[in-house]
């Protein structure tokens, strides 16, 4: 007879109705009993039915309990420990980002690759300490014997923090040059972007003739530069900003963050269209 006796702060309730409900699928000798706040998941097989199907299982059970019952809160502390949230707002925005990273929407951002991996780590964890003990005290598992999956949050934690005042810079700016557009005088009519990517690209006003590099710079506003490490040639929104047309046609075939950005500062005035429509030489 194999068991486990799960107790010291687990949530019986919540534990006992995921096993119970995958019994059958596991083994017929396979049982969990519930008493007083206590769990005890015993199994009749062999020692290798007991390691290789019921350990493995059972860690799974907990593992999914572990992230959806205390991860939020263990990410609220560490937010909250950082002392980079001001208020009530940062923190749920922080979180909501937070959850779009988990969830798996967002890739773009580094360690939104491997999100998965904390799910691992914690695994291993809850697997190595149910192969080495037969009692398993809940609130010190928690306290002591996770480290390696705290580590992924510390990281996640950070990458997080960082993503959320890169946004927040980022509609600052966004913010600054809508304003600029929408309250300077248009030094023409129509800006003509052709986009094939951002290394190609090329500028023309409503007559079709095309604004080179110096005469981009010419007319760039200083203050409204935002393009760390890019070159006045390879600067886009900036110059297209400095010049606040009325209208803006980009002809590409992308939606990229320049796209993004420049839909977010033009908003009406943009106007997307494919490469057949260009009109100039």
């Given at each position: ?237 900036s110059p297209i900003a400095s010049l606040a047309p009325k209208r803006l046609y980009v002809y590409t075939d992308r ?27």
């Amino acid at each position: 007879m194999h068991s486990i006796e799960f107790n010291d702060g687990i949530n019986s309730v919540s534990v006992y109705e995921r096993l119970k409900g995958s019994i059958r699928e596991i083994a017929a000798d396979f049982s969990v009993e519930q008493q007083e706040g206590q769990l005890r998941v015993q199994h009749s097989g062999t020692s290798d039915e007991w390691l290789e199907s019921i350990v493995p299982y059972v860690a799974t059970i907990l593992t999914d309990e572990i992230v959806e019952r205390y991860e939020s809160q263990l990410m609220i502390q560490k937010f909250k420990k950082s002392h980079a949230l001001k208020d009530r707002t940062e923190q749920e925005q922080v979180m909501e980002l937070m959850k779009a990273i988990l969830s798996g929407e967002r890739t773009e951002i580094p360690i939104g690759k491997r999100v998965n991996q904390r799910v691992d780590a914690l695994y291993h964890c809850v697997y190595r300490h149910l192969q080495q003990y037969s009692v398993f005290q809940w609130n010190p598992f928690l306290n002591f014997c996770i480290g390696s999956y705290i580590h992924y949050l510390d990281d996640l934690t950070a990458a997080v923090l960082e993503e959320y005042t890169l946004e927040q810079e980022y509609q600052t700016i966004v913010e600054q040059l809508r304003s600029y557009v929408e309250s300077s005088e248009p030094q023409c009519t129509e800006v003509h972007l052709w986009y094939p990517n951002q290394t190609e690209f090329r500028f023309c006003d409503q007559s079709g003739v095309e604004w080179g590099l110096a005469r981009r710079t010419h007319h760039t506003d200083g203050t409204l530069v935002f393009e760390e490490g890019l070159l006045p040639k390879e600067r886009i929104i900036s110059p297209i900003a400095s010049l606040a047309p009325k209208r803006l046609y980009v002809y590409t075939d992308r939606d990229d963050g320049v796209i993004l950005t420049l839909r977010n500062i033009f908003q009406e005035r943009i106007n997307l269209r494919a490469f057949e429509q260009w009109e100039f030489v």
